[in-house]
């Protein structure tokens, strides 16, 4: 993220429109040192509006902060929280990526101070290296992107230290007195290989309810009751919820997720533990790679499936219109949760997969550009055959997402929506 500090007078549509002048186009001579922008998008509609932009490769989301008259010119963490409240709304949830990031790292030295001394471990490697792995496994299983109902790149940050703070004492112990883990192998059971697995078992157990918050502050924190399913609360002012667009479908499935690769990594911890050839080690770990990191059961858990198709004539149309259908999905998954009931056994469950198929079924030679977005459905126990009158209830929330799209005021002229349900043969 790069933010920019600024007057009242500049906004984000001026920086697109110079940014936009500075884009390199294909008669651009390129050289090793030569600085590339080869995209930028404006998302004015998002949550927090940003520039999205890539320059020499490298993507970057670009935030305005305009200080207000009263406040004079300062460093983001010099802020107190008074001259914060004196910011509008979307500069304060720019403010706050920075002053969150600052939290997080005040508490990750208290936490290794308190365990290098208890424990002689390099806790920030760890803590490192496990959130890393939880979000890989997490864009891998497609449950990763905040628009979706997911908790995204910080929220799963959030979560690592939460975890971390909670239970590294209870993990560390475990692990450094289980009889089947000898000191000659050690080696083979990584302390962060536990600890991901904990991290898993942690969270497939974790009561949405209540509120994860890394301090007292956060814990503070008023909840809707409507609107907040999940509680993932930022570390610093003005603490809000970063989950507020989870679903119970979401929640259902990202729960789900946990406990499965808990379970996989547990067997393969106990096999490691057996095991005495290398030979041996080495195919297991193949064997976690593939089902815990490389593989989602996304196209085995669902026979029916929800597809969203947006086509455009240029690919800086389709920008526009995935982060369109990104930022309206979650509203889709309610109207849907709604028209079934909210009764876990007989409602439904609709699962986003995150991330899209660009240009499916597409030659060469077509014109125009087109995204395909999938949300496995499950309906009551998950029959393979739908009856009729669910069917209609199905498309009828679909055709009002249809509808929404023909509402929105920004559309390119060229996009259009096809939102249908196909059943896996």
């Not at 192998?185 to 009561?207: A, G, H, M, T």
């Not at 709604?338 to 240009?359: A, M, Q, T, W």
């Not at 030659?363 to 550009?369: A, H, L, M, N, Y």
């Amino acid at each position: 993220d790069l933010v920019v500090i600024a007057p009242k007078s500049l906004d984000l549509t001026s920086i697109y429109y110079e940014l936009e002048s500075l884009k390199s186009n294909d008669t651009t001579p390129a050289t090793d040192n030569a600085i590339r922008i080869s995209e930028v998008v404006l998302l004015e509609e998002a949550l927090v509006p940003i520039i999205k932009i890539v320059i020499s490769k490298i993507s970057i989301d670009l935030l305005l902060v305009k200080f207000p008259d009263e406040v004079a010119a300062t460093f983001i963490q010099n802020l107190t929280p008074q001259e914060i409240a004196l910011f509008d709304e979307t500069s304060v949830r720019s403010i706050s990526g920075v002053t969150d990031a600052l939290e997080i790292s005040k508490i990750l030295t208290e936490l290794d101070s308190e365990h290098n001394n208890s424990h002689n471990v390099n806790v920030s490697q760890l803590f490192k290296t496990v959130t890393l792995a939880v979000k890989i496994w997490a864009k891998k299983h497609g449950v990763y992107k905040n628009a979706l109902g997911y908790p995204g790149g910080f929220g799963y940050t959030v979560m690592s230290l939460f975890f971390f703070s909670d239970q590294f004492s209870l993990s560390y112990r475990r692990w450094s007195q289980t009889e089947e883990i000898k000191p000659e192998k050690k080696d083979r059971i990584p302390l962060d290989q536990v600890l991901l697995c904990d991290f898993f078992e942690f969270y497939s157990k974790w009561n949405w309810k209540k509120k994860l918050a890394l301090n007292k502050e956060g814990e503070n924190y008023k909840r809707n009751a409507v609107k907040d399913k999940m509680m993932i609360i930022t570390p610093s002012y003005p603490f809000h919820n970063i989950s507020r667009n989870a679903s119970r479908s979401t929640i259902v499935s990202l729960c789900s997720q946990f406990k499965k690769s808990c379970s996989l990594l547990q067997s393969f911890t106990s096999q490691q533990a057996k095991s005495n050839q290398n030979t041996n080690l080495r195919t297991l770990a193949k064997e976690l790679k593939r089902s815990v990191f490389d593989k989602t059961d996304f196209f085995d858990e669902y026979h029916h499936y929800i597809v969203i198709e947006v086509s455009v004539d240029s690919r800086e149309e389709l920008n526009s219109c995935v982060s369109w259908v990104e930022s309206r999905a979650v509203s889709l998954i309610y109207g849907l949760e709604k028209k079934f009931g909210e009764e876990e056994g007989n409602g439904i469950i609709v699962r986003p997969l995150s991330g899209y198929f660009i240009d499916v079924g597409r030659k060469e030679t077509d014109v125009g550009s087109s995204a395909v977005f999938l949300m496995g459905v499950k309906i009551g126990a998950g029959e393979k055959e739908m009856e009729e009158g669910t069917g209609q209830k199905l498309r009828s929330g679909m055709r009002g997402f249809e509808a929404e799209m023909g509402q929105w005021s920004k559309r390119p002229k060229s996009a259009q929506i096809k939102v249908e349900c196909r059943t896996k043969e």
